[in-house]
């Protein structure tokens, strides 16, 4: 074991400190970071000796990126979940290699990857990057979807007598006990929250994302069973019932969120419970559509969706709700996660608010706050810098130049 007195000591030297906390920014300050972890945070402290000393004082310095909602470990997603069926579950993984790579390289040092076709595979990524053996950001995941048979996070479309691998549906689950049986698997496998789906999806075949999925009694089943195990729990959902149903069974954030009504969003402010609006991927499914490559169903779930979505994302924010940075990465390429923040600035947010959204906020919504999303002594030198000030162009955000995760420097 490195001991902190004996770690690597580094010295950032920040020209400017966006400090989420408090929504100011700091300038001429010095980071210390001892191994993986930052130590100290200040103006005029002195360098420690022997410091690897990084000279950041053109640039802006701000948390690590964390995007609340990926699928990172989903390999080449090319828009046909039946390009799914020409892989084995290896062929995956590994092809989710660079995907990780582009994440962690675009400032994104943290994710929540919420769901995945082939169960387990986010597992196995997680778990190669934590040793070391490949490149990426720290993962949380969801080891599968918990869904009922046929929804939103099944693998539907075959005929059916089509028998599926176990992994396609690992998570499937149709009364209130079966639910809890999944999610004891589930952290069993060693999974980092549960991901639930309260209604239809649009890139599901023969789903209807206006529909509501599980029953009230099966989401709480599912939230009291991951409390049993420490976890918490995302619901995916697109339908005003869906959205509330999950809200009173006491999830942690609400994926999309996209027809949110009022009550919805009095409820969502009330119980202090996240949004996770993807505000910015309906540009890649238009774009992917105009090329022929998303399948006609999945654009007519589509249509009219994607403006309902920006406008209760701009209620919301004026609403007061709470608000993570979520894009649904995998739906636009790996590593444009950050095109989403000028789009949250564009439907209502301020750009300290969308920062926040992707750092103090995401990490609180993580239940990682005293080790994630903040410029803290304490935390995990997770650090990026761009050229210039993000919170005057927001857009810089697209464009980060330099990356530490844990003490280590990924981009300079
Ligand atoms: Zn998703």
Redesign the pocket.
């Given at each position: 074991m490195l001991c902190a007195a004996h770690a690597q000591v580094t010295v950032l030297k920040a020209g400017k400190l966006i400090d989420v906390d408090a929504g100011t920014v700091l300038t001429d300050q010095v980071i210390v970071i001892r191994g993986d972890k930052i130590t100290d945070v200040g103006k005029g402290l002195p360098i420690p000796a022997g410091a690897n000393v990084i000279d950041l004082m053109k640039m802006t310095v701000l948390p690590g990126l964390i995007d609340c909602?990926?699928?990172v470990a989903d390999g080449k997603n090319d828009g046909e979940p039946f390009n799914q069926l020409r892989k084995t579950a290896s062929q995956v993984v590994l092809e989710s290699v660079p995907n990780a790579r582009r994440m962690l390289e675009s400032g994104f040092t943290t994710v929540r990857d919420?769901?995945v076709y082939r169960a387990l595979n986010d597992i196995a990524l997680r778990d190669a990057i934590n040793r070391g053996d490949i490149i990426g950001p720290r993962m949380f995941v969801a080891g599968a979807y918990v869904t009922i048979t046929g929804g939103a996070g099944a693998f539907t479309g075959q005929a059916p007598d089509v028998q599926l691998t176990w992994d396609f549906h690992y998570g499937e689950a149709n009364s209130p006990w079966e639910v809890r049986a999944v999610v004891r698997k589930l952290a069993h496998a060693g999974v980092d929250h549960i991901k639930v789906l309260s209604s239809g999806a649009v890139?599901t075949h023969g789903s209807d994302p206006n529909s509501q999925e599980f029953t009230l009694e099966e989401l709480q089943a599912a939230v009291d069973e991951a409390s049993h195990f420490g976890l918490r729990v995302e619901s995916?959902a697109h339908s005003a019932a869906g959205i509330k149903n999950a809200l009173r069974a006491g999830v942690a954030s609400i994926?999309?969120a996209t027809l949110i009504d009022d009550e919805g969003i009095a409820l969502a402010k009330q119980r202090g419970i996240y949004l996770d609006m993807?505000i910015y991927d309906e540009e890649c499914i238009q774009e992917s559509g105009r090329l022929g490559n998303t399948p006609k169903d999945f654009l007519e779930h589509d249509a009219e969706l994607g403006a309902a979505q920006r406008e209760n994302f701009r209620k919301a924010v004026k609403a007061g709700v709470k608000m993570a940075f979520?894009t649904?990465a995998?739906?636009c390429p790996y590593g444009t996660s950050g095109k989403q923040f000028a789009f949250m600035v564009k439907y209502g947010m301020t750009p300290m608010q969308a920062i926040q959204s992707a750092t103090s906020n995401a990490a609180d919504l993580l239940g990682k706050s005293k080790l994630l999303g903040a410029v803290k002594s304490g935390r995990y030198a997770d650090l990026v810098a761009v050229e210039g000030d993000p919170l005057a162009d927001i857009s810089l955000l697209e464009n980060v130049r330099f990356v530490m995760k844990d003490g280590k420097v990924y981009k300079h």
């Open positions: 909602h990926t699928h919420v769901g890139l995916h994926e999309h993807d979520g649904d995998g739906v």
